[in-house]
DNA sequence: CCGGATCCCGGGCGATACTG
DNA sequence: CAGTATCGCCCGGGATCCGG
């Protein structure tokens, strides 16, 4: 039986909370201070392959509330891994673009995505953002299976257009227009990860309208090929 | 002037609020609901070397609370990345160790280390668990620099020895005696790191009793210069 | 309509106390 | 020593509001 819970309320505010920080001198650490907050890794995902206005970057990260976007960005910003311009005048509106530091979190989604896409609880078949899916190609590419094949594939996904190089045992991929790729696939990002990924055969997507695949057809089965999974665990 | 505001109270109880998962097909967004949460990453970090006690864990993560320790070590066993196992009879204790797949985070602890090295808000100087000092070596080591040496480093700090093997162009730390070391170093994690990252002669450290050194000095003074910073942003 | 800002609310997280 | 219980704060999610 408690008797007189004696809350003699001394909240105890130290100096500062001190904000939250793991004050340890490990650089993981140090990096989960500064992008350790929900959705920051991801904020960061999107703008990889370029510069992105507010509601693009909603477009790709379904789920995040604006004001947390705020926040996140403005945090970017402050530790100098994005900056925000304003685009020339009759676009009143600004874009958030990764610094070359910024950028260099490219090889954390690598290696974060290859771990977990060995956990059983992965599921691929979940909706994914064209940035994502640009990503992965060039986290699961497999040299071996690319073995004497070249090849410029465009990707056109709702207003997005990407530019994937394959050759030389190298697997590029950049914002750009499709006009000298060999072969063009259109569509939601979910149905090109269905047949690179999940082993849909293009027909069956074509058939369903979820896909148009435009140009050389043999590069594009043979592109579908070129991503393995890893085992899972 | 808000005229009665129709607090028509629907909480919107969706199925569930769905767990708080970010529902991406990305692999470094699956990531992040396995182990984005506060504090995950930096357990597994703290068992990189091998199986430790409820305690060792709260000693290696100075700021962490009983409960959401046990929170993480729950979630980290759901989902495979550890395994939680009794001690043989006379201590009747537990120890938490990595399973196989849980161990293979080491790589993104690396790359986060080094990208968030460069940032300017790093700060070196901060406490520093002996599991973190360990893999810094094996994240920071500069093959180049140790051209042409070949030695094995003691190290003991606090109740935990680890002996780092360097030769070949290859630096690997692991938990074990320094018996057959042909130098130990001996102190706080910190003053090890100030040494080595900090620059500081360890001539000083010894006069100021924050670390010993036994054995073949000279290996001493060149191990120190082996783990380059690098350059800030 | 875009790019946020503001408010409310629930749950994650931190601190402390307590228990086997 | 190894957790469990409790409580309060603040971060994060959702809706609404507002300036250009």
């Known amino acids: 039986m408690k008797l007189e819970k004696i809350t003699t309320r001394r909240p105890a505010k130290k100096s500062p909370p001190s904000a939250r920080s793991y004050d340890d001198a490990?650089?993981?650490a140090h990096a989960l201070d500064l992008i350790?907050?929900?959705?920051?890794?991801?904020?960061?995902?999107?703008?990889?392959f370029g510069p992105k206005r507010f509601s693009d970057l909603r477009a790709?990260?379904?789920g995040i509330s604006a004001n947390v976007l705020t926040q996140r960005l403005e945090r970017l910003e402050e530790i100098g891994a994005l900056s925000r311009r304003k685009l020339p005048p009759p676009a009143a509106s600004h874009v958030y673009e990764l610094t070359p530091w910024g950028h260099e979190i490219e090889p954390v989604l690598g290696v974060l995505g290859r771990w977990a896409a060995r956990s059983?609880?992965?599921?691929?078949?979940?909706?994914?953002?064209?940035?994502s899916l640009m990503l992965s190609f060039k986290t699961m590419f497999d040299a071996k299976r690319a073995k004497g094949f070249k090849a410029r594939v465009g990707f056109r996904?709702?207003?997005e257009s990407f530019l994937v190089r394959i050759g030389d045992g190298e697997c590029d991929a950049a914002r750009g227009a499709c006009d000298d790729a060999e072969v063009v696939f259109a569509g939601a990002a979910t149905a090109i990860a269905a047949a690179v990924y999940g082993g849909v055969p293009l027909k069956a997507l074509e058939a369903q309208g979820a896909l148009t695949v435009e140009g050389d057809r043999a590069r594009a089965e043979r592109?579908?090929?070129l991503f393995p999974l890893p085992p899972k665990m």
């Open 26 to 28: 490990c650089g993981a």
């Open 60 to 62: 790709g990260l379904p």
């Open 120 to 131: 059983p609880l992965h599921d691929p078949t979940l909706p994914l953002s064209a940035a």
């Open 36 to 48: 350790g907050e929900r959705w920051a890794l991801l904020v960061m995902r999107e703008l990889m």
């Open 223 to 225: 592109f579908t090929s």
């Open 157 to 159: 996904i709702g207003e």
